[in-house]
């Protein structure tokens, strides 16, 4: 089988160590020959790049394996680039979330006014990677998972049309581990599922055991009417209480639109006012991830560089991050495996803007995606993308154009928002944080 030489951009992230663990446990049907690590950030690289080469070194020694901060030798030779970068890191996603929330907004990585700020500074660090992939390895695939995926997807539409580009999201495939705990079954691949949405703005209109076509939604939807996605069974231990409410108010969630499940990001945009009287503006989910993930990861790191050696690592392999093998394995291995992407609608949704980027199932092999045609969606879940995209495709607007009446009219438009003079106070506000990372709006 086809060895792969992969790069890993964003290299210094706290899910790297853990997503590099997962790649080794492929192995057998995703061979590696080279994988390196590029951040832009040389401090954070040497933290994760150094335990990561006591890894490679212990358990890989095949593998060659190094990292960097220079585009050229990150991206020279790869087959994969796979993205995950932050743009802006802890200490902006921070200011995304605490603006807001001033405001008495929703404060979120990827929802509301937080999530477009952060689509600013991501559109044009997303773009840079590709054309570093584009010209060091004109034939990789990028396999993109850096966020707000929605905003970056449609940035690529717009501006790498031709580009070699896949965008996903995990939030669907950890739900989906969840509802096969909820139907006992051993694992999402056993079920075969119908979708349609935004990334993050999504509902699942059929889900069904692959082998024998039973119908499961009856199963979820008793289940989710009571419990959310909670399930005794399910592993708590890699859930925090911040996830465990997130996933439990999708019994909310699921009761205004009942026929489908609802993917659980609709808590920000359907409960904005519970949103903001649960959230502590001094303490945001930034500060939850820098003292949970960020500690324990870079702890470790440090340590295993201390000690030598990663024999008795924490690290465990990112179960969940397999699919990231998925999508590798259906272009390289012609898999033709049905997996959520985030692709242009051109008529998947019959009833919805052919231009939108949506998350629709697709047959992914050696030439990409094939979307499946998921048909007529209803008035009120159409009524909700269509607010919703026009928010995504404004913000692209004045990334481009350098627009502050497109941005303005992105904030106002989000059901995040309750003003448009709210939106220009909270917009003020980012154009001062972001001054480094946005371009100049005007
Ligand atoms: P992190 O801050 O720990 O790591 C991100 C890294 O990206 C940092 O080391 C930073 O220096 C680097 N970086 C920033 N700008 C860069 C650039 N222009 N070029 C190269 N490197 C750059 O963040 P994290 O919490 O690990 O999250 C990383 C990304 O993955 C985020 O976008 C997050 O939202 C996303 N994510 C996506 C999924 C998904 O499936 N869609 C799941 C989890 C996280
Ligand atoms: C978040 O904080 O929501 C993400 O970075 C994912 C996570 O598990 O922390």
Not at 98 to 127: D, N
Request: net charge negative; proline share 5%.
């Amino acid at each position: 089988m086809k060895k792969h030489s992969v790069v890993i951009a964003g290299g210094g992230s706290t899910f790297t160590p853990e997503i590099l663990l997962m790649l080794l446990s492929e192995e057998e049907r995703f061979p590696l020959s080279e994988l390196k690590l590029y951040d832009n950030d040389s401090e954070r690289q040497a933290i994760v790049g150094n335990a990561c080469a006591i890894i490679m070194k212990e358990r890989a020694p095949h593998i060659k394996f190094s990292f960097t901060t220079d585009p050229k030798e990150a991206f020279t030779g790869v087959d994969f680039v796979m993205a995950h970068i932050r743009v802006g890191k802890y200490e902006m996603r921070s200011l995304d979330e605490k603006i807001p929330l001033k405001y008495g907004c929703v404060g979120q990585e990827t929802c509301g006014a937080g999530g477009m700020a952060y689509g600013m500074r991501s559109i044009g660090g997303v773009l840079e990677l590709i054309d570093f992939m584009e010209k060091y390895s004109p034939d990789a695939w990028m396999l993109n998972y850096s966020n707000p995926a929605a905003i970056v997807a449609e940035a690529c539409r717009r501006l790498k049309p031709n580009s070699k580009v896949l965008n996903i999201c995990d939030m669907p495939v950890g739900i989906e581990d969840y509802m096969a705990v909820i139907c006992g079954l051993k694992s999402r691949k056993e079920m075969q599922v119908r979708y349609f949405g935004l990334n993050h703005f999504g509902w699942w209109t059929s889900i069904r055991e692959k082998s024998t076509g039973k119908d499961l939604m009856p199963i979820l939807k008793e289940h989710v009417s009571k419990h959310g996605y909670l399930h005794p069974n399910l592993d708590a231990s890699h859930m925090d209480e911040d996830w465990r409410s997130t996933y439990e108010k999708a019994k909310d969630t699921w009761a205004i639109s009942p026929d489908f499940m609802p993917n659980t990001y609709f808590k920000y945009y359907l409960f904005p006012d519970y949103v903001v009287s649960h959230s502590d503006i001094k303490y945001t989910r930034t500060d939850m991830v820098r003292d949970g993930r960020e500690k324990r990861v870079f702890g470790e790191c440090r340590r295993i560089t201390k000690d030598g050696t990663a024999k008795d690592s924490i690290f465990e392999v990112g179960g969940h991050a397999t699919y990231i093998v998925d999508l590798a394995c259906a272009i390289s291995n012609n898999t033709n495996e049905r997996m959520l992407l985030i692709v242009p609608n051109n008529g998947s949704i019959i009833n919805f803007d052919p231009t939108a980027m949506v998350e629709i199932p697709c047959i992914v092999g050696s030439e990409g995606p094939e979307p499946l045609v998921m048909g007529e969606i209803p008035r009120f879940n159409k009524g909700l993308m269509e607010q919703q995209v026009a928010v995504e495709k404004l913000v692209v607007d004045a990334w481009i154009e350098g627009s502050y009446l497109k941005m303005w009219q992105a904030l106002s438009m989000s059901k995040t928002i309750p003003s448009v003079e709210v939106a220009k106070k909270i917009l003020d506000e980012l154009i001062e944080a972001n001054k480094s990372f946005w371009p100049k709006l005007k």
